[in-house]
């Protein structure tokens, strides 16, 4: 639904239903987005929102948009770097100086699957990770952003977005003691779907 151009051709000729649409799709992953620099609810939501806003004036721009999600992404953290800045009264911010990026808790719907215990340190884990290294990471396991989104996303090549990948899955395992040559089916990371991906 967000990519097809019937959609980005709904909105930009002014349907506010295909928008409405659009930030029901989006606005939980983003507002969650948002939050991870911000840490306040009330303001991730008004940063959220009024990226909306401005998305909603520039619609014409909609269907020359390759990934629109993406787009949201990018529009999002932005507003979030330029809130930060001015908090701080300075012209530029950087993300590696705030080493709170917060990987979003993921709670288990089968208290089965992995022990809470054992995911307790899967966060802790990813909690020691570089900022920008996090920020990857969140976005390929909580998102499902390919390398080539992330990479847009956080203005980084594909190779570093893998680095940061291989990184933060390295960093995990060691973590949980777990020798990726002799790996066992029913490991912690295998268990927990979060962390798939990366096996």
Not at 38 to 44: C, F, K, L, M, P
Request: positive net charge; charged residues 25%; hydrophobic residues 40%.
């Amino acid at each position: 639904m967000l990519n097809d151009q019937k959609t980005k051709l709904l909105i930009a000729g002014g349907n506010t239903r295909s928008f409405q649409l659009l930030m029901e799709v989006t606005s939980d992953e983003l507002l969650q987005y948002a939050l991870s620099f911000v840490r306040n609810q009330v303001i991730a939501e008004e940063l959220v929102s009024d990226v909306y806003v401005k998305i909603w004036h520039k619609r014409s721009e909609l269907p020359n948009i390759h990934n629109i999600r993406s787009y949201l992404f990018i529009a999002v953290k932005n507003s979030c770097l330029s809130h930060l800045r001015k908090m701080k009264n300075e012209k530029i911010v950087f993300i590696d100086e705030y080493n709170d990026f917060l990987f979003p808790a993921v709670e288990s719907t089968d208290e089965e699957t992995i022990e809470k215990e054992m995911l307790n340190k899967i966060y802790e884990a990813i909690g020691e990770l570089p900022p920008k290294c996090r920020e990857a990471f969140s976005l390929a396991k909580i998102n499902g952003f390919k390398h080539r989104e992330i990479s847009e996303i956080m203005n980084i090549s594909e190779k570093t977005v893998n680095n940061h990948l291989v990184t933060a899955l390295k960093k995990i395992t060691e973590a949980l003691g777990i020798d990726k040559k002799n790996k066992a089916k029913n490991s912690p990371l295998k268990q927990a779907s979060l962390f798939s991906f990366v096996w």
